[in-house]
T-cell receptor, first 118, second 114 residues
Framework: AQKVTQAQTEISVVEKEDVTLDCVYE???????LFWYKQPPSGELVFLIR??????QNEISGRYSWNFQKSTSSFNFTITASQVVDSAVYFCALSEWGFTEANSKLTFGKGITLSVRP | SAVISQKPSRDICQRGTSLTIQCQVDSQVTMMFWYRQQPGQSLTLIAT?????????ESGFVIDKFPISRPNLTFSTLTVSNMSPEDSSIYLC???????????FGSGTRLTVV
């Protein structure tokens, strides 16, 4: 069975600080996808990134960066120079994307509430 | 990627009544997923809906409480039946994008049961 653990529940930082959100996953599959979503107070889910299990390259997108480490089953997310608009709940998720659609569901971690103070 | 229109965006309902939530996708998709997010919690999958077959429910969710319809490849409904205050949650539908292996979510239905 697949599982996603986000051990941090709430993080509070001051604007312009860097912050890292941790994600650890469990899966028996060799082919899987990892995701990060942002959920602002309005409630919608905003897609941030998708990473497949064969691509361990780190990725940077503006102030956002992701560190994928298969050896430790981790997919951590760093926000550099945080801003008040980054305040939201952030979810890490896992999909075991096998050859059938039956196992293509997304499993979410519990989420991390990030508060960025001015 | 697909665009999903989800209705209603929010509702306040009396206990014992039922609410039907609709999701319309702008392209044909094989599978649609329905999630529940209780206050302050993560998203939990309720069921997976394939067109032309009965939905597959996750442990803890039953068809009598959450009947799902999937009449075609672009539309699905989820009904929350005989509601109680414990059903107060955000309900979201989602589809998988075969081209990108990503998932698109509807904007959610914020349900309050009084």
């Amino acid at each position: 069975a697949q599982k996603v653990t986000q051990a941090q529940t709430e993080i509070s930082v001051v604007e312009k600080e860097d912050v890292t959100l941790d994600c650890v996953y469990e899966t028996r599959d060799t082919t899987y996808y990892l995701f990060w979503y942002k959920q602002p107070p309005s409630g919608e889910l905003v897609f941030l990134i998708r990473r497949n299990s064969f691509d361990e390259q780190n990725e940077i997108s503006g102030r956002y960066s992701w560190n994928f480490q298969k050896s430790t089953s981790s997919f951590n997310f760093t926000i550099t120079a945080s801003q008040v608009v980054d305040s939201a709940v952030y979810f890490c998720a896992l999909s075991e994307w096998g050859f059938t659609e039956a196992n293509s569901k997304l499993t979410f971690g519990k989420g991390i509430t990030l508060s960025v103070r001015p | 990627s697909a665009v999903i229109s989800q209705k209603p965006s929010r509702d306040i309902c009396q206990r014992g009544t039922s609410l039907t939530i609709q999701c319309q996708v702008d392209s044909q998709v094989t599978m649609m997923f329905w999630y529940r997010q209780q206050p302050g919690q993560s998203l939990t999958l309720i069921a997976t809906a394939n067109q032309g077959s009965e939905a597959t429910y996750e442990s803890g969710f039953v068809i009598d409480k959450f009947p799902i319809s999937r009449p075609n490849l672009t539309f699905s409904t989820l009904t929350v039946s005989n509601m109680s205050p414990e059903d107060s949650s955000i309900y979201l539908c989602s589809v998988r994008d075969r081209g990108t292996y990503g998932y698109t979510f509807g904007s959610g239905t914020r349900l309050t049961v009084v």
